[in-house]
């Protein structure tokens, strides 16, 4: 039989040499090769993906001419148009980094084909020893017999926010469906599957069931960092689910007890579910960017508008927040009843005590600090501001506010906060002699706060750590209290402000008397500079979508750093 083939396969060759021969023309030079076939058509499989961090999945495409004939050997460009969400390698593996969406495309000659990828928070899950399988996004969850009184397999998946309560868990939940019982308390494992989550399994993991309305937590134990791991023990019977949290400011500033901080609009917390999402499970502390300033908040002589300021501090002590409280003693933001007419010492010392008095005493217990004295310093750095405070009541009223503080609220830090003063220069110099003045005065002041509010160039590193390390030599700790870098319209700059905040938060960590950053804001959606600074802008680490920029994720990567 084999003998048969090959007698014929010869015959066949034979005949086609010969039919050869005989054509009419003989090529003198050897043939061009045929020109590539053109591109007509590009497919690109699969077409759209679910991944959680960390995972990979490999996609294929195919190029096909006019007559839609596969092209063999075509080459394509592969393309992430979200290279924080996923990336994607020349030979079509696409690797998710965060969660989002984002379009990948292939391009072969002049024409592309694209998959929608979309990357979900969640982390893998085990029961007592049960397996675990992860396949784009779907997380399949093997329960020992013994464990449940349920069938034993569940799948687990992704889930955004099962119920508002939910996000009183900072993270997104990964939830077991249906309600499974634990006849006896069983031990849930939990693996990351990327190294950027397990870094904040320690300070952010929660482990939850839900019953009815209201989840139930239970605590995580023995966290292996090798092993990406973390165990808690569940009992009872309801909706599992495991919140990961995702990588943030706040995960990595809790690891290394550090304050990430911005100040908060009360309307934007009002109005904007996506603000409040953002800020609680970015940052840790909040301050009140006008809240509780003497006007808003003391609108008239025995009069007190606290609405506000509760609302910022109800949402900061429910999302286990630091709050700071802004401002007592300014010269801007004042009521008429108190500015209006010939104001005497006496009255503005009287009005002032009464006023520290009763907003400190209120938030005592809530506010961990306040910036007792704001903006003291002139604006050409030489000695204090000739505000009418300074003028009418004298110079010491800042040792009296700072100890009618201390006295309504002795657990409070009591700050001394000024603008234009992070670097050594001639109005930080006055600062600095102010807060010295008052220390060696014995006034109970615990620190400075810088406010920074930049554009570009920024200070240079070492011209920042000059200045924070003087400020520390005096026994006083720094604060960067209102940081923003503000952009020029019509500039592309935003990697060169991502480097300026970068080096700001360095100058800070290398400081072990700096444990705390503020931005003034957060989202460029709701900042004060457009307003007051008119063809600036941007000035913040998200964007007006709330998308994080350069600057947010030097942060990130600054407060990461072991
Ligand atoms: O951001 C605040 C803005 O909404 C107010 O209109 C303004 C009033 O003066 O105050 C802004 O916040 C300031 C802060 O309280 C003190 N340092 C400077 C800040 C920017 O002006």
Same mark, same amino acid.
């Given at each position: 039989?084999?003998?048969? !083939? %090959? #007698?014929l396969a010869l015959a066949v060759f034979v005949v086609g040499c010969g039919g050869a021969e005989a054509a009419p023309t003989t090529p003198t030079s050897s043939p061009l090769p045929p020109p590539p076939p053109t591109v007509a058509v590009v497919t690109v499989s699969p077409t759209t993906g679910s991944l959680v961090p960390g995972e990979s999945q490999l996609l294929t495409a195919v190029a096909r001419d006019a007559a839609g004939t596969a092209i063999a050997g075509a080459t394509f460009t592969w393309s992430s148009s979200s290279v924080s969400v996923a990336t994607v390698a020349s030979d079509g593996r696409a690797t998710a980094l965060t969660p989002g969406t984002t379009t990948i495309s292939a391009t072969s000659g002049a024409v592309s084909a694209t998959a929608l990828l979309t990357v979900n928070e969640g982390g893998l899950i085990a029961v007592s020893g049960g397996t675990v399988t992860a396949l784009n996004g779907q997380l399949r969850l093997e329960i020992p017999a013994g464990a449940l009184t349920a069938p034993t397999a569940f799948v687990v998946r992704p889930v955004a926010a099962p119920t508002p309560n939910a996000r009183l868990l900072a993270g997104t939940a990964v939830a077991i469906t249906p309600?499974?019982?634990? @006849?006896?308390?069983?031990? !849930?494992? #939990?693996r990351y599957p990327t190294a950027l989550a397990a870094d904040v399994v320690e300070t952010q993991l929660r482990i939850g069931r839900l019953t009815d309305t209201t989840w139930q937590t239970f605590a995580v134990v023995a966290p292996d960092r090798v092993n990406r791991t973390a165990a808690a023990r569940v009992t009872g019977t309801g909706t599992l689910a495991v919140f990961a949290p995702p990588p943030s400011l706040r995960g990595y500033a809790q690891r290394r007890s550090f304050d990430i901080g911005a100040a908060v609009s009360v309307d934007a917390l009002r109005a904007d579910s996506t603000y409040r999402r953002v800020l609680a499970e970015e940052f840790n502390s909040v301050t009140l960017e006008n809240a509780m300033k003497f006007g808003p908040i003391h609108p008239a002589a025995t009069t007190y508008a606290f609405a506000n300021a509760d609302t910022i501090v109800g949402f900061a002590v429910a999302n286990n927040m630091k709050v700071y409280g802004h401002v007592l003693l300014w010269h801007t933001q004042q009521p008429a009843w108190l500015t209006d007419g010939t104001p005497t010492r006496a009255f503005l010392l009287s009005s002032l005590k009464s006023h520290i008095e009763t907003v400190v005493a209120r938030y005592a217990g809530k506010t961990t600090s306040w910036d007792v004295a704001n903006e003291m310093i002139a604006d050409n750095g030489t000695g204090l501001r000739r505000s009418f405070w300074i003028e009418v009541a004298g110079a010491d009223i800042i040792d009296s506010a700072f100890v009618w503080a201390r006295r309504s609220d002795p657990n409070a830090r009591l700050f001394l906060s000024d603008y234009s003063v992070e670097t050594v220069n001639r109005k930080s110099d006055s600062l600095f002699a102010l807060a010295t003045r008052l220390k060696a005065a014995g006034v109970p002041i615990d620190g400075v706060g810088l406010q920074g509010h930049f554009m570009l160039p920024t200070p240079s590193a070492a011209q920042l750590t000059a200045n924070l390390a003087r400020f520390a030599a005096a026994g006083l700790d720094i604060r960067y209290t209102e940081i923003d870098v503000r952009l020029m319209d019509g500039t592309d700059n935003l990697a060169v402000q991502g480097s300026a905040y970068g080096t700001i938060i360095d100058a800070c960590l290398a400081q072990p008397r700096c444990k705390s950053l503020t931005t003034w804001g957060f989202t460029d &959606?709701? %900042?004060?500079?457009? +307003?007051?600074?008119?063809? /600036? +802008?941007? @000035?913040?680490? /998200?964007?007006? #979508?709330? +998308?994080? &920029?350069?600057?947010?994720?030097? #942060?990130?990567? @600054?407060? @990461?750093?072991?």
């Open positions: 039989m084999l003998r048969r !083939v %090959s #007698l309600a499974i019982t634990f @006849a006896t308390p069983a031990t !849930v494992r #939990l &959606k709701y %900042s004060w500079i457009p +307003g007051t600074f008119p063809g /600036f +802008g941007r @000035a913040l680490p /998200f964007d007006q #979508l709330f +998308g994080p &920029k350069p600057a947010y994720l030097t #942060l990130r990567d @600054a407060l @990461a750093r072991p």
